[in-house]
C-alpha cells in the first residue's frame, strides 16, 4: 500500500532582490514526483546542493514547498486540520547526520527517550521508564547508559539514541538524512544491520538520503537520482543507468584495489 506521495513539489527560497528580479530565482526543488509504500526503503542519492536535505525537510513539514502536494497514508499533510497533522507527525520520524547536535547536552539519555512520551502519552512514570528500557534494548544499548548525558556517548552509541528517539510512536517512516554519513565504515556497517533489522520487525518504510551510492544502494529497495532539484533518473535492480548524474555518483565510489578501478571506469 502506498505510504507517502509526493506530487509536483517545487521549492524556491527568496533571493537577494539586487542578483534575481521577482520571478526569476533558480528552484532548489523542481517536479519532483514519487511514491513510496509501506515498509519499503527508497534511496534518493544526489550530489551536494541537488537539493534532497531541502526535500527531505518539505516531507518532514519542516519547510513548505512553494507549489505541489504531499500525501501521508492519504491526507494532504499541509492542509490537514492541527489534530491530524499531530498524528502524521507520529508516523513520520526522522534520523539526522550529525547526531551531538541534535541532543539538548544537558539531558540524559533517559530523558531524551522519554520526551516523545511525555509529549504525546499519557504514561506514567513506571510505564515511561519501561518504554525507555524497551527502546534501549531495541537499538542495543545497555539501560545503565540512560544515565549518562549525550557527550559521554560514542558517535556510533548516539546514532543508536537518535534512532531509538525516532522509533519511541512507532512511526510509519523514518527520513534518514544523511543518517550514517559521519560515521566510519565498520560503524557505518553495523547502524546498517541495525535499521534493517528494525525495519523487518517493525514493518517500518525509510526515506533513505543520502550522497553515498554504495551505501545507498546496500539499504533500498529502490534508488531514485537526484540533480539540480530535479529526478532525474531511478537506478535499475542490477544497478544499471544512463544519467551522467549516476555515472557521478559511481564516479564517487572508491575502488577497493588500483586495479577495480578500470572495470569501475568502464561505460555502463
Ligand atoms: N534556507 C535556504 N535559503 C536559501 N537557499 C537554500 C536554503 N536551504 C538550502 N538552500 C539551497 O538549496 C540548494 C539545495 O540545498 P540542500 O541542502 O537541499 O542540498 P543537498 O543535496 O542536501 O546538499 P548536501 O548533501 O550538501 O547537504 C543549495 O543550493 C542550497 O544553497
Same mark, same amino acid.
Not at 6 to 11: C, D, F, G, S, Y
Not at 110 to 119: A, G, S, V
Given at each position: ?111 531524551? @527517550?522519554?520526551?516523545?512520551? /511525555?509529549?504525546?502519552? &499519557?504514561?506514567?512514570? =513506571?510505564? $515511561?521508564?519501561?518504554?525507555? !528500557?524497551? +527502546? ?65 520487525? @517493525?514493518?517500518?518504510?525509510? /526515506?533513505?538520503?543520502? &550522497?553515498?551510492?554504495? =551505501?545507498? $544502494?546496500?539499504?533500498?529497495? !529502490?534508488? +531514485? ?44
Amino acid at each position: 500500500m502506498t505510504l507517502l506521495e509526493v506530487k509536483n513539489i517545487e521549492k524556491y527560497y527568496a533571493q537577494r532582490p539586487f542578483l534575481f528580479k521577482r520571478g526569476q530565482e533558480a528552484p532548489v526543488l523542481e517536479n519532483v514526483t514519487f511514491s513510496l509504500q509501506e515498509g519499503e526503503c527508497l534511496g534518493i542519492v544526489g550530489q551536494s546542493g541537488s537539493g534532497k536535505s531541502t526535500l527531505g525537510r518539505i516531507i518532514l513539514g519542516i519547510e513548505r514547498p512553494t507549489n505541489g502536494e504531499l500525501i501521508f497514508q492519504g491526507v494532504n499533510l499541509y492542509e490537514a486540520p492541527s489534530k491530524e497533522k499531530k498524528m502524521i507527525r507520529r508516523n513520520l520520524q526522522a534520523v539526522f547526520q550529525n547526531s551531538y547536535h541534535s541532543f539538548n547536552p544537558k539531558q540524559t539519555i533517559f530523558e531524551i @527517550l522519554e520526551e516523545p512520551f /511525555l509529549n504525546f502519552e &499519557h504514561f506514567s512514570k =513506571a510505564e $515511561r521508564q519501561q518504554k525507555v !528500557r524497551e +527502546l534501549l534494548d531495541c537499538v542495543e544499548l545497555e539501560w545503565a547508559m540512560a544515565q549518562n548525558y549525550s557527550s559521554q556517548l560514542s558517535g556510533g552509541q548516539q546514532q543508536r539514541v537518535n534512532i531509538a528517539r525516532a522509533l519511541a510512536l512507532k512511526p510509519k517512516l523514518i527520513v534518514l538524512d544523511e543518517a550514517i554519513s559521519s560515521l566510519d565504515m565498520i560503524l557505518q556497517k553495523t547502524i546498517i544491520e541495525l535499521l534493517q533489522r528494525l525495519q523487518k520487525e @517493525l514493518q517500518l518504510a525509510y /526515506l533513505f538520503i543520502s &550522497h553515498d551510492l554504495q =551505501a545507498t $544502494r546496500f539499504m533500498s529497495d !529502490r534508488i +531514485l537520482v537526484m540533480q539540480h532539484g530535479q529526478l532525474v533518473e531511478e537506478i535499475g535492480k542490477d544497478g544499471t543507468y544512463q544519467h551522467p548524474a549516476s555515472q557521478a555518483l559511481y564516479n564517487a565510489i572508491l575502488p577497493s584495489h588500483p586495479r577495480e578501478r578500470k572495470k569501475k571506469d568502464r561505460p555502463n
